[in-house]
């Protein structure tokens, strides 16, 4: 199976990436189901990618329904040491204008349905998430993306909601309360997940509206939000290939030992179906 350096996982309106040589298409099977389309390998700049597009091409997975476990399993078995996440947000701030790309360094879980861990049945993992996106892998993200043409901003909080539905007028308004700076559907358990399994993991956010606070102007449509997307797609690809040359082969982040101080059950208690099943991405600590 052909192995990838990066990850890039594609949001609303990104559903490839332009400019990739030596090509193939996976389609792969986890313990925990398939990923959410078929896993595009290749070279960009001479840099190994693996491209999944989260929702499915088509878009016709909604945000409770993606199967996270699964998508970040694949990159993990394909080799793949940092993650490049790209998500619409609603802005909560003014300063955060539609059109704006933001890199956000914390996370606010609102989210009720989903499964958020890879442990379970037996096995018991604690993972630090204090800095839920990889510090090295935003600023290398936020370098880049510097030097093109747009507004983009550093460090911001993402409310993380359950959807499909968006917010109510109160709760838009409770989270600009708590300080936060955006809003969206997808970060979460992605980031959860990626920290598990030790891949560094950073956010592209792009800012389609104000949500609902902003009761000076009425909410967009959909179609003007997707529209908002679509014209930030081309620097968001630009970013990312900028900043794939410039990931560096070793790691110094606390990332890649994200398991070391985690797992607390007794290795001589974990069932061997556990064991193998989460081989790949605990087996270096059982031995």
């Known amino acids: 199976m052909p192995q990838a350096k990066i990850g890039v996982i594609g ?15 996976l389609d792969i099977d986890t313990p925990f189901g398939k ?43 394909l080799g793949v040491g940092h993650i490049i996440s790209v998500s619409a947000v609603g802005s909560l701030r003014e300063e955060l204008e539609p059109g704006d790309l933001v890199i956000p360094d914390q996370l606010i879980d609102r989210t ?30 936020f370098q880049a993306a510097k030097e ?10 993402y409310v993380v909601m359950e959807g499909p539905a968006f917010s109510t007028r109160a709760e838009s308004h409770l989270y600009r309360s708590w300080g936060a700076s955006l809003i969206g559907m997808t970060a979460l358990p992605e980031a959860k997940l990626a920290r598990e399994a030790e891949i560094c993991y950073a956010t592209i956010a792009g800012v389609t509206d104000y949500d609902c606070w ?36 070793r790691r110094a982040c606390e990332c890649a030992e994200a398991l070391k101080t985690a797992i607390v059950t007794d290795p001589k208690l974990i069932p061997p179906e556990q064991k193998e099943k989460l081989k790949l991405i605990i087996g270096k600590y059982l031995k």
Do not use: M, W
């Open 148 to 157: 093109i043409d747009t507004a983009t901003h550093q460090g911001g909080t």
């Open 35 to 77: 990923p959410s389309d078929i896993i595009t390998v290749g070279k960009l700049g001479g840099v190994g990618i693996a491209f999944l597009p989260r929702h499915g091409k088509g878009h016709h997975i909604s945000p409770t329904e993606v199967p996270y476990r699964a998508n970040i399993y694949a990159l993990k078995s």
């Open 214 to 249: 902003q009761e000076s102007c009425a909410p967009l449509s959909i179609d003007a939000i997707l529209n908002n997307q679509r014209q930030q797609i081309e620097k968001i690809r630009e970013i990312i290939r900028l900043a794939v040359s410039r990931i560096p082969d």
């Open 112 to 141: 009720r349905n989903r499964v958020s861990s890879f442990f379970d049945g037996s096995i018991v993992g604690h993972i630090l998430f204090a800095e839920p996106f990889c510090p090295a892998l935003s600023q290398t993200i």
């Open 11 to 25: 949001g609303s309106a990104l559903y490839t990436i332009d400019g990739l040589t030596d090509i193939e298409k």
